[in-house]
């Protein structure tokens, strides 16, 4: 069984740092593409960053490019995402999702709370 489990949210202020993991089971993480999406209140879910476990290649929404930075640990299987010079607009629900490279089946986890506070 799939099981995507984040974590690292919580409230920090403008400008500050946080870091969001996400740790999996029940996959080979090396099949999967590794992303993380938000969700902010009255709008729909959005894509924030994902990696490629083949050769590391990570993409970012515009929004987040060269603020967040997304990795992750082979060994652990394990997702991270570092958030730096956070703004309200961060605050969201971060989700993390794995799609199989080959049959390209979505697993979500249950997501973590992000709040910004000016």
């Known amino acids: 069984q799939v099981q995507l489990v984040e974590s690292g949210g919580g409230l920090v202020r403008t400008g500050d740092s946080i870091s969001l993991s996400c740790a999996t089971s029940g996959l080979t993480f090396s099949n999967f593409e590794m992303g993380w999406f938000r969700q902010a209140p009255g709008k729909e879910r959005e894509f924030v960053a994902a990696i490629q476990r083949r050769d590391d290649t990570t993409n970012y929404a515009q929004s987040v490019r060269g603020r967040f930075t997304i990795s992750s640990d082979n060994v652990k299987n394990t997702l991270y995402l570092k958030m730096n010079n956070l703004s309200a607009e961060d605050t969201a629900v971060y989700y993390c999702?794995?799609?199989?490279?080959?049959?390209?089946?979505?697993?979500w986890g249950q997501g973590t709370q992000v709040t910004v506070s000016s």
């Open positions: 999702r794995a799609t199989h490279l080959m049959l390209r089946s979505d697993y």
